[in-house]
């Protein structure tokens, strides 16, 4: 299947990477159900897409918590009412803190494995019945490189994204022949809100050591998915591809 005969709904599709991934998957002609817990941010991205030419009805919106339950089978449900299948689901929505380890709270941890690891496993536990029932489908699941190499003052978040990438595996495993491709990305360092709210100094510092000597761009991690979702990765599974200007090398 191509981006473009895909019924997608992308996570976190408010800012950053998911607005990214929305946009590069609606013009490759796909129809795409964006979320995000702001609502206002998620409205501004649509008018966005509409004023570049997809047209609205290629596009919705449904604002919620990945982390919620029943946030996320409304999100599954309207998607289903809206455009009648869903063919490919990719969990991007985040949060970063930069805390070192002693500073972290039992809340900070238990906030950052919801959003990222309970997220997940909720975007693929309403999905991966549908995909069985129509008998394929493509899930995406966003990780990070921080998720491979682990990451001082970022513990809860490496964690998170290991989980991530297990949680990849796993699902590929269980599924691949039920014609389900589950595979995951895994950025190094994107020019977002999320990295921006990281110290200056950090910043450059990271930036200084990376092969490429810049960070990625969202549109960079959006080609990234947009090729996992097409045929063209269709022996692609269980797979954590590394769009990261060269930082992490396996
Ligand atoms: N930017 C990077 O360098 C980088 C690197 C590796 C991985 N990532 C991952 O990429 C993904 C996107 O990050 P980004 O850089 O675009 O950040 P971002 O902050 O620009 O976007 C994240 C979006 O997720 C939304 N969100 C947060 N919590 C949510 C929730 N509970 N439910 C629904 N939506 C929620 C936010 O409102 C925001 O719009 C994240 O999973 C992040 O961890 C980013």
Redesign the pocket.
């Known amino acids: 299947m191509s981006s473009s005969q895909h019924i997608a709904i992308v ?10 991934i929305a946009e590069r998957l609606a013009k490759d002609g796909a129809r795409v159900m964006m ?4 609502a206002s ?2 409205a501004s991205v649509k008018d966005k897409l509409i004023a570049s030419g997809i047209s609205d009805d290629h596009i919705a919106i449904q ?6 339950e029943t ?1 996320m089978k409304t999100l599954f449900d309207h998607t289903m009412d809206q455009f009648g299948d869903l063919s490919l689901v990719v969990n ?5 803190q930069q805390k070192a380890f002693v500073e972290i709270k039992c809340d900070d941890w238990d906030k950052m494995i ?3 690891v309970r ?1 997940c496993f909720l975007g693929c536990h309403f999905a991966i019945p549908i995909m069985l029932k129509r008998g394929g489908g493509v899930i995406i699941n ?5 998720g491979q190499i682990g990451a001082a003052d970022l513990v809860h ?1 490496a964690t998170a ?1 290991a989980a991530i990438i297990g949680l990849t595996k796993s699902l590929a495993r269980e599924f691949g022949q039920s014609g389900l491709r589950i595979n995951a ?11 921006l ?1 990281l110290s200056k100094d950090w910043r450059d510092a990271k930036a200084s050591q990376l092969p490429l000597g810049h ?2 761009e ?1 549109s960079d ?1 959006a080609a990234t998915v947009a090729f996992l979702a097409s045929e063209d990765a269709r022996i692609y599974v269980g797979q954590t591809l590394g769009p990261n200007s060269g930082d992490v090398m396996l």
């Open positions: 996570t976190g599709a408010g800012s950053g990477i998911g607005a990214a979320n995000d817990i702001n941010s998620l604002h919620g918590d990945v982390s919620d946030d991007n929505a985040g949060i970063l919801a959003v990222h997220g966003t990780a990070s490189q921080l978040y994204k990305v895994a950025p190094g360092p994107i020019n977002t809100d999320l990295v709210g960070f990625g969202p991690v």
